[in-house]
């Protein structure tokens, strides 16, 4: 029932190895699929998002505008002009004025990170599904990281912010200035979904709750044209719509074009505790730390949200060739320009 108690809570770990990294990630992602099957066509609210993501994933499979790694499914997907997104993004005023950016330890958002570290600015980016920590803190000449461009490229992957960034806690006082996001797909409302798992949200939530961003922060994606639907795709019609936690973009940047969303709903307030099922609650750590806090400042207990089957551990094993992607014939070409809509 909602009221059982969570079960306990992961053993703390300091830190992963890029092995260890890769293995959980590929077990999340086993998982993950799993959970779509369950959820697909079924009554809880946003299972309609899982269509919309194979919907995306398999079309930029099938029309070669994926890249490493691939296959993109469960993933945010790695996409061909992902530089140039970024780029592109950081030519705008929205990034030159930025002195904090955050950004998500996706692929595709890899060249953002390194733009942010090279413009001199600080960034921070979550630790992997908030495994080992929460954020972690990195610029040019903190904790070693020097200012080279090899230096930087390092940087900006996961095993260098393991290596050089510092990590931070709840009680950090920082000012974040533009929040990048990866997704699987946007629309010029704003909507947004990203890979399924629901951890851009909780980052967004923690943040608020930090008073590190204000709802007026603006929040950016870099994605391949073909991850832009139409505004009567996302959400479809008949769909159940947005949940309340969902976090809407104002600003959507392509390798060829940028737009400025008109959001169709409010962006979450923090973590909405009647949402976050206990189960959820008992894979994140920091958020148990959170809620402990609350409560014991507050001496009010907060509400738990409904028990929800989360995907069990995937046995890992070989896949032999898969995941090497051709796709059809490269028809994206350097700036994935070629095919642009994924079928509805």
């Not at 070989?318 to 090497?324: D, H, L, P, T, Y």
Request: charged content about 25%; glycine content about 12%; aromatic content about 4%.
């Amino acid at each position: 029932s909602a009221s059982a108690a969570p079960p306990p809570p992961p053993p703390p770990a300091a830190s992963e190895s890029e092995a260890e990294r890769l293995a959980r990630d590929a077990e999340a992602m086993e998982a993950m699929a799993g959970k779509m099957g369950r959820e697909r066509g079924g009554e809880r609210p946003g299972a309609w998002k899982w269509a919309v993501r194979k919907g995306v994933w398999d079309f930029m499979e099938e029309n070669d505008v994926a890249d490493f790694p691939r296959p993109v499914h469960h993933r945010i997907p790695s996409f061909k002009g992902a530089a140039e997104a970024a780029d592109r993004l950081a030519q705008m005023d929205e990034f030159k004025n930025a002195e904090v950016i955050k950004v998500n330890p996706d692929t595709p958002q890899k060249r953002v990170r390194e733009n942010v570290l090279s413009s001199g600015k600080l960034l921070l980016t979550p630790q992997p599904r908030l495994r080992t920590g929460f954020f972690s803190r990195l610029a040019a000449g903190l904790n070693r990281l020097g200012s080279t461009p090899a230096q930087l490229r390092r940087a900006a992957t996961s095993a260098g912010a393991a290596e050089f960034g510092v990590p931070i806690g709840l009680d950090e006082k920082v000012k974040v200035d533009l929040v990048v996001v990866g997704s699987t797909a946007v629309a010029k409302n704003g909507a947004r979904i990203g890979k399924g798992e629901g951890f851009a949200e909780l980052e967004y939530g923690m943040l608020r709750w930090m008073g590190a961003i204000s709802a007026e922060t603006l929040v950016v994606t870099t994605v391949h044209d073909c991850q832009v639907l139409d505004e009567a795709d996302l959400p479809p019609k008949g769909s159940s719509g947005l949940n309340a936690h969902d976090v809407t973009v104002d600003i959507i940047v392509t390798p060829t074009r940028t737009i400025y969303t008109k959001p169709l709903a409010p962006k979450p307030p923090g973590i909405l505790w009647e949402l976050l099922s206990p189960q959820k609650l008992a894979q994140v750590r920091v958020l148990q730390e959170l809620k402990a806090r609350i409560e014991k400042e507050s001496g009010v207990t907060l509400p738990t949200g409904p028990d929800e089957q989360l995907p069990p551990t995937a046995e890992r094993r070989s896949r032999g060739g898969r995941g090497g992607g051709g796709g059809r014939g490269g028809r994206g070409g350097r700036g994935g320009r070629g095919s642009r809509r994924p079928p509805r």
